[in-house]
C-alpha cells in the first residue's frame, strides 16, 4: 500500500506543479506577447488558471488523504507534519484563489465595461484590479513555491 501511496503522491505532485509551472513560464508569456488583445489573453488565461485550479483543488485533496495514510501506516515523522502543513496551505491557497481572488478579478473585469487598456490608469476600478491581480499572482507563487518543497518532503525518505 505505501508504494502505491508513493506513487500517487508523487503523480499528483508532477501534475500540480507541473501545471502550475507550465502556464508561468510557458503559457501566459506566449499568450500575452502573442495576442494583440490583452483582454482576450486575460480570458483564455483565466480559463486556464481555472482548469488549474480545479486540478489544485483535486490533487490537494489527493495530497492531504495520501499524508495522512502514509504517517498513520508508517507512524508519525517530522518529514510527515511538514507534508501535511505544505499540502493543507496550498489546498487553501488554491481555494482562497479559486472562491474569493478570481472571482473578484471577474467582477472588476466586468464592473469595468470596457478592455482594460482603456481604462484610466487611475480609475479606482483599476487600482483594485490590479492589487487583486497582484494578489493572486502572490498566492500563486506561494503555491508554487509550496509544491516544489513538498516534492522535497515527499523524495525524503519515509
Do not use: C
Amino acid at each position: 500500500m505505501i508504494h502505491f501511496l508513493n506513487v500517487l503522491q508523487y503523480l499528483v505532485l508532477a501534475l500540480w506543479v507541473g501545471a502550475m509551472f507550465g502556464f508561468a513560464t510557458l503559457f501566459a508569456p506566449v499568450l500575452f506577447r502573442s495576442l494583440s488583445s490583452r483582454d482576450l489573453a486575460g480570458a483564455i488565461s483565466g480559463e486556464a488558471l481555472a482548469r488549474i485550479d480545479t486540478l489544485g483543488l483535486v490533487t490537494g485533496g489527493i495530497m492531504l488523504v495520501v499524508t495522512v495514510l502514509q504517517a498513520i501506516d508508517g507512524g508519525w515523522k517530522a518529514v510527515d507534519l511538514g507534508r501535511l502543513l505544505a499540502s493543507a496551505a496550498m489546498l487553501g491557497l488554491v481555494i482562497l484563489s479559486a472562491t474569493s481572488v478570481r472571482q473578484r478579478l471577474m467582477s472588476l473585469r466586468q464592473q469595468m465595461g470596457r478592455p482594460i487598456d482603456e481604462v484610466p490608469e487611475s480609475d479606482p476600478l483599476r487600482l483594485e484590479y490590479r492589487k487583486q491581480h497582484r494578489l493572486s499572482r502572490l498566492l500563486y507563487t506561494t503555491n508554487l513555491v509550496l509544491g516544489t518543497l513538498l516534492i522535497i518532503l515527499s523524495a525524503l525518505p519515509k
